[in-house]
């Protein structure tokens, strides 16, 4: 059996078990018991073999889970528990150890990932956009590397950090191609990013990428992770 919990304060968590369900029935037998639920409380949280959080607002999920009492069980089952969590934009943001970008007084983290994230990097809203990504551990997940890359108001890691006596930061993609977009009816808007920008990162059970999989129907990342979940399990 395996219990996957999506963070479920704010954000795209219904995207994210659309597309757990998806790739479970792919790679799973029909006997066998997968379940993605939504998680909101310590107790809902204590049932579950690995955690999504999604994108949104990384402020948001960060204040309703300091608020409900959840913040310290996410740090427990992250860094302590060490149980598999992929984190999606917002996500990734929450499960850095340093975040730069943020308001005046910071912003509670979870923290795991030795790396310090940029919030908004590529600029805001009106700043978005969506491009193909490489990404090279897909490899065994279809003939294509290439995944619709949706940028939202996204994150990069700007520095991997001396990693202790934890697991190594692995880089799993970087952004190929410097960003510049005109912007329909405006002035030519070019945006910070630039080729070779860390766009999704692993260091042992914690994963970060900087897009949203989850607004796509692509379920190819969701199938590979959750391989690495029952490998790990
Ligand atoms: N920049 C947002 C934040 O700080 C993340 C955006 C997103 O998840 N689409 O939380």
Redesign the pocket.
């Known amino acids: 059996a395996l219990t996957v919990g999506v963070l479920a304060l704010q954000?795209g968590f219904i995207e994210h078990i659309e597309l757990l369900n998806k790739a479970a029935s792919s790679i799973f037998s029909q006997d066998f018991a997968f379940e993605a639920v939504e998680v909101r409380t310590a107790q809902e949280l204590a049932r579950c073999d690995a955690l999504v959080i999604p994108?949104?607002?990384?402020?948001t999920i960060s204040f309703v889970a300091q608020q409900s009492g959840l913040l310290e069980p996410l740090r427990d089952f992250v860094k302590v528990q060490k149980k598999p969590v992929w984190g999606t934009?917002?996500g990734l943001?929450l499960l850095c150890d340093e975040a730069n970008g943020t308001k005046k007084g910071g912003q509670a983290l979870i923290g795991g990932l030795s790396v310090r994230v940029h919030?908004?990097h590529f600029g805001r809203q009106m700043e978005s956009f969506a491009t193909p990504v490489d990404l090279p551990f897909l490899a065994g997940e279809g003939n294509s590397e290439q995944f619709p890359g949706i940028f939202?108001?996204?994150?990069v890691v700007e520095e991997v950090l001396p990693h202790g006596d934890g697991p190594e930061v692995e880089v799993l993609a970087r952004l190929a191609n410097r960003v510049e977009r005109a912007k329909a009816g405006l002035s030519l808007a070019v945006t910070k990013g630039d080729a070779g920008d860390i766009i999704a990162v692993r260091q042992g059970s914690i994963m970060g990428t900087s897009f949203?999989p989850e607004l796509t129907s692509d379920a190819r990342i969701h199938s590979w992770w959750l391989k690495q979940v029952i490998r790990g399990l």
């Open positions: 954000g994108g949104g607002e990384s402020t934009c917002a943001i919030r908004n939202i108001r996204a994150p949203h």
